[in-house]
């Protein structure tokens, strides 16, 4: 690591990174705990992120999820467990989608 020169007429100044770094290691542990459930392969699915070991596409999930359906009726629905159901969020949040958005229509 690089010293910094700090001029003697400043003010002393202790920054504590404990929060930030916790913060992101918390959400790191998830990215990696979801990318343990979701596979992107070209033979299944065209290689769009599907749940290892079904071909339920993880994409269309977190989209219903945050279109306010159910948690509940999606793991009844697909018979998806809550891990899977919090993986699709994560890997949402984690990867979104490239190019222009949609234009939201009201309904």
């Known amino acids: 690591m690089k010293e910094l020169a700090v001029p003697s007429s400043a003010l002393p100044m202790t920054i504590d990174f404990k929060p930030v770094s916790d913060s992101v290691a918390k959400r790191l542990s998830a990215l990696e705990a979801a990318l343990a459930l979701i596979v992107e ?3 299944i699915q065209a290689g769009a992120a599907t749940f ?3 071909r339920i596409l ?4 977190a989209e219903a999820l945050r279109r306010g359906v ?3 009726d999606l793991m009844e629905d697909y018979g998806l467990s809550q891990e899977r159901i919090a993986a699709a969020r ?3 949040n984690a990867r979104p989608l490239r190019g222009r958005p949609s234009t939201l229509v009201p309904r």
Request: glycine share 6%.
């Open 41 to 43: 392969d070209d033979e």
């Open 52 to 54: 290892r070991g079904t």
């Open 58 to 61: 993880v994409r269309p999930i």
């Open 70 to 72: 159910p948690a509940d």
């Open 90 to 92: 994560v890997y949402a």
